[in-house]
């Protein structure tokens, strides 16, 4: 599969509790790029404030993985062991491309990879939090899991950091310095255009 002349693919990923989302969403807001992000479907159950559509797309588990035997996802697979299942809607990324929208994957180092490999001049930007003590610090203060899940998402976190230099550009979101991180990925974008001819 080529990319798409018409729009650009944004792939970001690091590891949860990073802060990722929080970047993103300011860099969303600040950026001069036509970005439009792709909502990820999901299995798992929607958390409290999650909106549909909006957050994630929820879907049965009967539902996800007919559109997976349909070829639906550009990329899906399960996360963190726990039965749930995340996915890239391939539709809602091909519409945003030829659309001429820069289409920003918020997605997991798993699935990154295999969409690297089907989009190479895809822009991808690691997501780093300043330590693991930090790390563990922000999964804590979330309370939305068990002190097993948050070792189990530490030590998924490990092995997405040795896969960091697989990404094109990295960023280091350290607590009480959001803002460079934003600004850092907001010059990244305007570079990537500038290189491009935008």
Known sequence: MSDASEGRLVIVSG??????????????????QPLQTSVSATTRPRRPGEVDGVDYHFLSEEEFHARRKMGGFLECFEVFGGGHWYGTLRAEVLSGLAAGKWVVLEIDVQGALAVMEKYPRAISIFVRPGSLEELERRLLARSTETREGIQRRLAHAHWELERADCYGYQVVNADHAMERAVQEMCDILDQEAENCGK
């Open 15 to 32: 590891p949860s509790g990073a802060g990722k989302s929080t970047v993103l969403r300011k860099v969303i807001e600040r950026s001069r």
